[in-house]
């Protein structure tokens, strides 16, 4: 089982930037895929970014490539996501995530299996 707590969202002006922070505990992740996901008002929850076990693969969807980054210190067992150069699109609650499963295949349909409670961003143009 795995608990997931984000924070660290809030209002900017387009162009800004924001880092969300993941505090996450349990048991039995350590090789999971860990990412964001994020869900605007009326539209489906979509993956952002993921990053597995070892950090070595990084996965981000097309829409946030060059802007975002997600990061994690093990030792701190914090997931992170670096926004930068924010738009009015990305306004929407950004969840925390963890799946078992391949990040590529877990950012390509947002279907993580353990979720945060959300962070709001707001971007305003």
């Known amino acids: 089982l795995v608990q997931l707590v984000e924070s660290g969202g809030g209002s900017v002006q387009a162009g800004g930037s924001l880092r969300l922070s993941c505090a996450i505990s349990?048991?039995?992740?350590?090789?999971?895929?860990l990412g964001w996901a994020r869900q605007a008002p009326g539209k489906e929850r979509e993956g952002v970014a993921g990053?597995?076990?070892?950090?070595?693969?990084?996965v981000y969807a097309d829409s946030v490539k060059g802007r975002f980054t997600i990061s994690k210190d093990n030792a701190k067992n914090t997931l992170y996501l670096q926004l930068n150069s924010l738009k009015p699109d990305d306004t929407a609650m950004y969840y925390c995530?963890?799946?078992?499963?391949?990040?590529?295949?877990?950012?390509?349909?947002?279907?993580?299996?353990?979720w945060g409670q959300g962070t709001q961003v707001a971007v305003s143009s």
């Open positions: 995530a963890a799946d078992g499963g391949y990040c590529k295949n877990r950012v390509a349909d947002g279907k993580f299996d353990y």
């Open positions: 990053i597995d076990g070892d950090g070595g693969v990084i």
């Open positions: 349990g048991s039995g992740y350590s090789s999971y895929c």
